[in-house]
């Protein structure tokens, strides 16, 4: 049995739409297949070790919070870029997934510096993207089809085209509601709009990172977990959207 060290960025700050969601649903994926795990709380002024993290996760949170964020971001961000390069893994939502762009610009004309760890910028609009959202990507060598509920004002656009998405929207808005791409992907790390949250219907993105986790711990996932529930589940959404 190997232990788990799960950290959540900012729980008080950036936790929309329960995407904590995700964190209890790796846990509880870790146990079934016989691991341990435990969840950290990491909060402004808190140490950040990457060292001892297997997976860091973001939820989303509004204008304000994602300003009183980044101010506590602002000295890590070299780290967590070196930590993003050698394959941690990581899922950041919605306004965590903005902050990793340029900027942020809202509807009134606002500008907000991001991370600047990617080249793509937001721009926010009164109008919101809002609904359930099918997408299409490849897991560990193998297409999937993604699910989840998206509901936000910004629209997210790569400046540097070799950027690659999560995933191509089938049906909902996705990224802006134009170029039909979802979220970024980069290594081992996700940011994606899809709330709901996210892995519980998506037991293949799950274990996505799980995969990853173990990886890097020189484990191998041997076992295979009885999906039927989470896979009825993802059946429903993407059979209503498909109608």
Avoid at 97 to 115: A, F, T
Avoid at 166 to 191: A, C, P, W
Wanted: hydrophobic share 35%; aromatic share 10%; net charge negative.
């Amino acid at each position: 049995m190997a232990h788990f060290h799960l950290a959540q960025l900012y729980p008080n700050l950036m936790n929309l739409y329960g995407d904590r969601g995700n964190l209890l649903c790796l846990q509880k994926r870790l146990e079934w297949y016989g691991h341990d795990s435990s969840i950290e709380n990491i909060n402004p002024g808190d140490n950040l070790d990457f060292k001892h993290i297997d997976l860091l996760f973001m939820g989303g949170g509004s204008e304000r919070e994602q300003e009183l964020v980044l101010q506590d971001l602002a000295d890590k961000t070299d780290s967590l870029m070196k930590a993003i390069e050698e394959g941690l893994p990581i899922l950041f939502i919605c306004g965590a997934y903005q902050l990793l762009g340029e900027y942020y610009r809202s509807h009134e004309g606002k500008e907000m510096q991001g991370l600047g760890l990617f080249s793509f910028f937001t721009q926010g609009l009164k109008e919101r993207l809002t609904g359930n959202i099918l997408i299409q990507t490849t897991l560990n060598g193998a297409e999937e089809s993604v699910v989840g509920f998206e509901n936000h004002g910004g629209r997210t656009y790569f400046i540097d085209k070799r950027l690659q998405a999560f995933g191509s929207v089938i049906r909902g808005f996705g990224n802006n509601g134009e170029d039909k791409q979802e979220g970024i992907r980069y290594k081992n790390l996700l940011g994606s709009y899809l709330h709901g949250p996210l892995l519980p219907k998506n037991p293949k993105v799950a274990d996505f990172f799980i995969k990853a986790m173990a990886e890097r711990k020189g484990l191998k996932i041997e076992r295979i977990l009885d999906d039927s529930l989470e896979n009825y589940a993802h059946e429903q959404v993407k059979r209503k959207l498909m109608g």
